[in-house]
Structure formats: structure tokens, C-alpha cells
Antibody, heavy 117, light 107 residues
Framework: EVHLVETGGGLIQPGGSLRLSCAASGLSISANYMAWVRQVPGKGLEWVSAIFNGANTSYVDSVKGRFTISRDNSKNTLYLQMNSLRAEDTAVYYC???????????WGQGILVTVSS | EIILTQSPATLSVSLGERATLSCRASQTVPKQLAWYQQKPGQAPRLLIYGISTRPTDIPARFSGSGSGTEFTLTISSLQSEDFAVYYCQQYKIWPLTFGGGTKVEIK
């Protein structure tokens, strides 16, 4: 059974940094396309970033230059380093995985990030 | 960027009735269109990928169709567990984008 468990969320002041982690079991993150998707409470889904085909990465424009996706295959863990956080980054962040190209059949439970002073 | 517009925003349906949800894309999406279901407090669940392919654990009452820029998710006979929000997603080009969602509620 696949489990994706996000940690590292919480309350952070504007301009601050957080690193989200997504620990995977039941699948190999090195063999999967991995992504972060976020959702403002009560709103829709927004794709944030993906890592694929080794170390290739992609980001939504609103986080480019501020967020960095990475993975540690030895720990089977995905990361999202979030710098220069803004109030509009407040959301539940989901980790997602797939063996197919970028439609995601495995999701974590989500972790809330709140950016506020 | 491909913008996905879902309609209606809210769909009121009775148990056992058919539900038809629409997703319109701002550009042609040849095959890379998926649908997700999300219930309150839960992560999204993949229902359909490749416009019409259902993962093995998804009930047959869910079906996807369409081509070009117009896509449809059909729930043939609504069950109580199907009341949720449904999102379409394109994965043809970056950035990946989702539609705004359709909430299916009990009539």
C-alpha cells in the first residue's frame, strides 16, 4: 500500500522560509513523477512544482525563484524548499506521485502552510 | 497556459440520477486530460486519465469522454458517496492546470 506523508508545515511570517517533506512508502520516488499541488482552504487546486526524468524540474510562475523541489532517493523523500514566503502562499500543500506522465494517482493527506504576521 | 473552465459550478442531482460535468480547454488537449474527485478534508482521487481511461479501482459508473477542447465526466447513476467536488486537469503543457471545479450536491 502506498503512503505519502507530508511534514514541515505550520505558521510562518511573510518573507520566511519553510521546507516541506514528503516521505514515501510503498513506491519508489525515483521511479515516479513527483509533484506538489496546493489548495487554499475552500478553493480549487493549483499545481506548484514537479520533478521528473531524474532531476528535471518545473514550477508555476508564481513560485519560480522562490521554491525549489528536490528529492533524496536514498530516503525516498520529496522536498519543497519555500523561501520568501508570501501571504498568498497560504494553502494546504499536497505531495503527489504517478508512474504515468503527470496525472496523479497517489496523494498525501496534505499539510497546511500559513503565512501571516 | 491552458485555462480549463468547468461548468456548472454546482450541480444538484438526486440519488440514482445521471450527472454530466463539463470541462472546456482554452487550447486543444489531444489526450492529456484527467478528472479527480475530492471530498471535504480529503486529498483528490484520480478518476479518469487520458480523457477516458479509468484506473482499475474506479467504479464503472464514472466515464470520461470528449476531444479537442470539450470534455465530459459522466456519473451514470449517482451514489451517496459521489457527492463531492470534481476537477479536470490538463497535463499536455506546462504549467499543469486544473479547472475551477464542479460541486455535485444532493438535490
Amino acid at each position: 500500500e502506498v503512503h505519502l506523508v507530508e511534514t514541515g508545515g505550520g505558521l510562518i511570517q511573510p518573507g520566511g522560509s519553510l521546507r516541506l517533506s514528503c516521505a514515501a512508502s510503498g513506491l519508489s520516488i525515483s521511479a515516479n513523477y513527483m509533484a506538489w499541488v496546493r489548495q487554499v482552504p475552500g478553493k480549487g487546486l493549483e499545481w506548484v512544482s514537479a520533478i521528473f526524468n531524474g532531476a528535471n524540474t518545473s514550477y508555476v510562475d508564481s513560485v519560480k525563484g522562490r521554491f525549489t523541489i528536490s528529492r533524496d532517493n536514498s530516503k525516498n523523500t520529496l522536498y519543497l524548499q519555500m523561501n520568501s514566503l508570501r501571504a498568498e502562499d497560504t494553502a494546504v500543500y499536497y505531495c503527489a506521485a504517478t508512474l504515468r506522465w503527470l496525472n496523479f494517482d497517489n496523494w498525501g493527506q496534505g499539510i497546511l502552510v500559513t503565512v501571516s504576521s | 497556459e491552458i485555462i480549463l473552465t468547468q461548468s456548472p459550478a454546482t450541480l444538484s442531482v438526486s440519488l440514482g440520477e445521471r450527472a454530466t460535468l463539463s470541462c472546456r480547454a482554452s487550447q486543444t488537449v489531444p489526450k492529456q486530460l484527467a478528472w479527480y474527485q475530492q471530498k471535504p478534508g480529503q486529498a483528490p482521487r484520480l478518476l479518469i486519465y487520458g480523457i477516458s481511461t479509468r484506473p482499475t479501482d474506479i467504479p464503472a459508473r464514472f466515464s470520461g469522454s470528449g476531444s479537442g477542447t470539450e470534455f465530459t465526466l459522466t456519473i451514470s447513476s449517482l451514489q451517496s458517496e459521489d457527492f463531492a467536488v470534481y476537477y479536470c486537469q490538463q497535463y499536455k503543457i506546462w504549467p499543469l492546470t486544473f479547472g475551477g471545479g464542479t460541486k455535485v450536491e444532493i438535490k
